[in-house]
Nanobody, 121 residues
Framework: HVQLVESGGGLVQPGGSLRLSCGAS????????VGWFRQAPGREREGVAA???????TYADSVKGRFAISKDNANNTVYLQMNSLKPEDTAMYYC????????????????WGQGTQVTVS
């Protein structure tokens, strides 16, 4: 059973930066898609960024040029570097993983972390 644990959230002023981390209990990241998702109050959960097993990166248009996802297979950790943060980035951020390719559908991800809160104010 794979467990994901996020950390690194917090309160930051507009224009600031945060780095989120997602650690996995098992060696899943080598052959998995790992994505970051977020959910703001009253809104649906949405994809933010994802990294394929071959290293291919994808980003939501709203975060392109500001956020960067990276993967450290040796340490079973995926990071989300968030720069130039805006109030509209405020949300609970979740990491999720699945074996195989990335998909936009949340239901395709069997492994989820508990979330870490990011507040930009």
């Amino acid at each position: 059973h794979v467990q994901l644990v996020e950390s690194g959230g917090g309160l930051v002023q507009p224009g600031g930066s945060l780095r989120l981390s997602c650690g996995a209990s098992g060696s899943i990241y080598g052959d998995a898609c790992v994505g970051w998702f977020r959910q703001a109050p009253g809104r649906e959960r949405e994809g933010v960024a994802a990294v394929e097993s071959d290293g291919t990166l994808t980003y939501a248009d709203s975060v392109k040029g500001r956020f960067a996802i990276s993967k450290d297979n040796a340490n079973n950790t995926v990071y989300l570097q968030m720069n130039s943060l805006k109030p509209e980035d405020t949300a609970m951020y979740y990491c999720a993983a699945r074996n195989g390719y990335c998909y936009s559908m949340l239901s395709m991800y069997p492994y989820w972390g508990q979330g870490t809160q990011v507040t930009v104010s």
